[in-house]
């Protein structure tokens, strides 16, 4: 079939109701920016993941960012997006403007640079993400060892995603596919979702990021429903085994561990913490486990989890904008409620 037949059969689609949960941040991206929801049956219903490393990262960490922030002789550094995020108190940008001291960078490797500028300083990096990221910590670990940096720690927020769609499959019944992430599954192979989906009796496809690649994967989860396989239609990035080199660095110097998300709690070797041999560079990593967040009222938990609509909270498009936002799933150009507001995902 070509795209212009799959686009028919997916408005007309007229069967069971199936719904298919998005997992990668710039999956939810890519969906709203080509309305990829018009295009459906009012059968075929898409919700966001937890793909967005900033909207899983639990109040308690930027809680301690904060703390950090504010200790004399220590600078947090971090990316733009994390400046924005909620804590239970305050965000990083707010620490920023009562005296904390917070850097923002492009990218971790600046970290040297200004390291070794000011050693009487600690600097001490928010390194959150997945799978996708993790390497890049991994080499510049390698790189501050080769260097002999002493002023460089890490508070870490890595996570690892099929105990996460593991616990989601547990705490919802009602997905009937994935659309697996891109980005992670170049790290981690196709094939590491493969025993979620001979668990659970259903399909994954592993997508690119263009819209007519996303339509083609809604397509394939329709054709596939209710049989356990993993299909790769990514297959220009995405092998089976996935990148050996990427997982080796990390091992060498990364383990996982029991690490809590936001809206799923604490889910076992879901986290990668650095090794016992490297705490020297760890700035606290595994003591954060506290859900708590700014507003209650936000909805982001069960935004995360498919369990709502970013519509559905009563903040949304309210209180809550990219201008003033609440939870972490506004702040994040990956967030769902950000995508929502933006590009009117859904016909709010």
């Not at 109040?59 to 947090?76: F, H, P, Q, T």
């Not at 600097?123 to 799978?131: D, K, L, S, T």
């Not at 507003?295 to 069960?302: A, V």
Request: glycine share 8%; hydrophobic share 40%; proline share 5%.
């Amino acid at each position: 079939m070509d795209i212009q037949d799959i686009k028919k059969f997916l408005k007309e689609y007229d069967a069971e109701p199936l719904t298919f949960m998005e997992i990668c941040g710039t999956h939810t991206a890519s969906i709203s920016e080509n309305a990829i929801p018009s295009l459906l049956s009012d059968k075929i219903r898409l919700i966001s993941g937890p793909g967005c490393p900033v909207c899983v990262t639990v109040a308690s960490y930027i809680d301690e960012l904060c703390r950090l922030s504010m200790e004399k002789d220590n600078c947090v550094v971090t990316f733009g997006d994390m400046i924005r995020v909620p804590g239970s108190k305050m965000s990083l940008g707010q620490a920023k403007s009562s005296g904390g001291n917070v850097k923002m960078v492009y990218s971790p490797f600046e970290i040297l640079a200004l390291a070794e500028k000011d050693r009487e300083k600690t600097f001490i990096f928010a390194a959150v993400g997945f799978e996708t990221t993790t390497p890049i910590y991994a080499l510049l670990i390698e790189k501050i060892i080769e260097k002999s940096i002493k002023n460089i720690r890490f508070l870490t927020a890595l996570k690892t995603m099929p105990n996460a769609i593991d616990s989601i499959c547990q705490m919802n019944h009602k997905i009937d596919g994935f659309i697996a992430p891109g980005h992670v599954c170049v790290i981690t192979g196709a094939d590491a979702f493969a025993p979620l989906a001979e668990k659970y009796g259903i399909p994954f496809t592993v997508s690119g990021f263009k819209g007519e690649e996303l339509i083609a994967a809604i397509y394939s989860l329709v054709q596939l429903k209710n049989r356990p396989i993993v299909l790769n239609l990514y297959k220009s990035a995405v092998s089976k085994q996935g990148n050996k080199k990427a997982q080796e660095i990390v091992n060498k110097y990364f383990e996982p561990y029991d690490a809590s998300w936001r809206g799923l709690g604490i889910i076992k070797d879901s986290g990668i913490a650095l090794k016992k041999e490297y705490a020297f560079y760890d700035a606290g990593s595994r003591e954060l486990c506290t859900d708590g967040q700014k507003n209650s009222s936000c909805s982001c938990s069960e935004v995360i989890t498919g369990m709502k609509s970013p519509c559905e909270c009563s903040l949304f498009s309210k209180i809550c904008t990219p201008l003033n936002p609440q939870g972490a799933c506004m702040v994040s150009n990956e967030g769902a409620c950000f995508h929502y507001y933006i590009n009117n995902r859904g016909s709010i």
